[in-house]
């Protein structure tokens, strides 16, 4: 089973313990890291500050840019067969994952995290693993008037997911979940959805973080706080 550290949002000083318990959990001293910047449309600053990040803690990193690629379907596997530790950044969901099922990129990702390979990221690399993710990608469209959204991921995980959970707007997430015949997870800044095998945890990097379990039972919206410590079956999702 897989490995993942899905991190809700901050930025990289502030998520620094969760992306070493990224590194840690690969098991070696360099690891080879695959920066996937999808989201950001391939953001030349972002690539370098991903690279120069990973590089300080010894690892070897390289970037797929999908958005500006001339890789053959063949090349894009091997880097991915290559990869110990997989980091897929921030930004629009939506527009990512069109980009990723023109390259297979989905499918990928799938097969890296049943081989056991290290998946991390933020934001739009957090909620991409689920059936539903609350997503911004509409203010990427239309910055002057836009609304959250629902955006369909990979469903790996049969839930919804709400990542900044802490910022403006987010809360829209609990009566958007009401029409959705799943439960969700909602997350604050500066936590991570943890996987490792059949488990599920959080990991704080920030200790007032919080993280939610929400469902909807007779048309009433069951909250409950997830703490540090937790373990949660993965079964539990599919129920």
């Known amino acids: 089973m897989g490995k993942i550290v899905g991190i809700s949002g901050g930025d990289l000083r502030s998520t620094d313990v969760l992306n070493q ?19 950001s449309n391939d953001a030349k600053e972002y690539i370098q500050m991903i690279e120069k990040y990973y590089e300080a803690y010894g690892c070897e990193v390289q970037t797929l840019t999908l958005c500006k690629n001339s890789d053959t379907k063949e090349e894009v596997e091997r880097y991915f067969e290559e990869s110990d530790l997989i980091y897929v950044g921030g ?28 998946i991390t990221g933020i ?7 689920f059936r539903y993710g609350h997503s911004d990608s509409e203010f990427f469209k239309n ?3 836009w609304n959250y959204i629902f955006v369909e991921g990979l469903n790996k995980f049969p839930i919804a997911c709400c990542p900044h959970y802490n910022e403006e707007g987010r809360d829209s997430f609990d009566s958007m ?15 991570a959805f943890v996987v490792d095998g059949q488990m599920m ?22 909250k409950r706080e997830v703490v540090e410590g937790e373990r949660i079956d993965l079964e539990l999702f599919r129920k």
């Open 201 to 222: 945890s959080i990991k704080k990097a920030r200790h007032d973080a919080k993280a939610y379990w929400m469902e909807y039972k007779n048309g009433q919206l069951l």
């Open 21 to 39: 318990l990224a590194i840690e959990m690969t098991g070696k001293e360099k690891p080879k890291v695959l920066f996937i910047p999808t989201a």
């Open 123 to 129: 934001s739009a690399g957090l909620i991409f693993w």
């Open 143 to 145: 910055p002057e008037s």
């Open 91 to 118: 930004g629009d969901t939506k527009a990512m994952l069109e980009v990723w099922r023109q390259y297979g990129v989905d499918e990928l990702l799938l097969k890296a995290y049943e081989k056991e390979t290290v």
């Open 177 to 191: 979940l009401k029409h959705k015949n799943c439960a969700g997870i909602a997350l604050e800044n500066d936590i």
